[in-house]
């Protein structure tokens, strides 16, 4: 087990001074195609939010949040950057989130007795940049409501993108610690080891998801000028069978819907 979460680079958008341009970059990121499929997944996954009390860990530029609380919901958004909160708080302003969820720096959940319990917990991109992934989810399970809930997203180690940009990572280049895309990633998961986690912390899956089932972003060759291709088209693979067995359990982008036992 890592014992500290890996941060960005100083120099890094997220981490930048300016929530105008820090927002537009989250924005930018959020309105591909790749993002798109997963917030879909993940709406579907968490459900009504009318009446719900929602604890967004993690909660990054905050869309997720900001359109919680548009549905009638009350929630605290966390995360561990100040910066990517100050353009939460921009995001939540502009789209009339009022009143809008509450945003505070934390890298860890709060317990039961300082902020009370959530019907909902969201997890997006979160649980592998954690350094105690296990406790995690224990202390997730005790801050939830009697039959609450647990949705996050967390990257694949069955995915057909990691047989092919992992294998070529760890196997041809020898890189060890490759974790995907992100150098802050700490570990990848199987749905097995995510449902045993999940389990031995008490918390059961009900429901699965998933994204990117075909790479559509390849390594583009080097005659092209670009870094990478986008073949979007291939989405629509992912909105045929993201939801269905056994696709759901095969794509780059995981997700589950976990409930407190």
């Known amino acids: 087990m890592t014992s500290a979460r890996l941060r960005y680079p100083a120099d890094h958008w997220l981490r930048g001074p300016d929530p105008t341009q820090t927002l537009a970059r989250y924005l930018g990121q959020q309105a591909k195609v790749y993002s798109r499929v997963k917030k879909l997944f993940m709406t579907e996954l968490l459900g009504d939010l009318a009446g719900k009390r929602i604890l967004d860990f993690g909660c990054g530029g905050g869309l997720m949040a900001v359109e919680a609380a548009l549905a009638g919901a009350s929630v605290l958004g966390l995360d561990a950057e100040p910066s990517i909160l100050a353009a939460a708080e921009l995001l939540a302003q502009r789209r009339g989130a009022v009143p809008g969820p509450r945003f505070e720096r934390g890298e860890v959940l709060p317990r039961p007795e300082e902020r009370g319990r959530f019907d909902l917990i969201i997890a997006k991109d979160v649980l592998e940049h954690l350094p105690d992934d296990r406790a995690f989810l224990v202390a997730a399970r005790r801050l939830l ?58 918390l059961r899956p009900v429901a699965w998801r998933g994204a990117y089932l075909l790479p559509y972003k390849p390594p583009a060759p080097a005659w092209s000028g670009r870094r990478i291709w986008r073949i979007d088209i291939l989405a629509r693979l992912d909105l045929a069978l993201g939801r269905h067995c056994p696709f759901n359990a095969l794509g780059w982008s995981l997700m589950v819907k976990a409930v407190s036992r």
């Open 145 to 202: 409501n009697p039959g609450g809930s647990l949705v996050l997203a967390t990257q694949n180690a069955w995915s057909l993108n990691y047989l092919l940009e992992g294998g070529c990572h760890r196997l041809l280049r020898r890189e060890t610690h490759w974790y995907g895309w992100d150098p802050t990633h700490l570990r990848f998961y199987t749905p097995r080891s995510l449902r045993r986690a999940l389990e031995a912390a008490g």
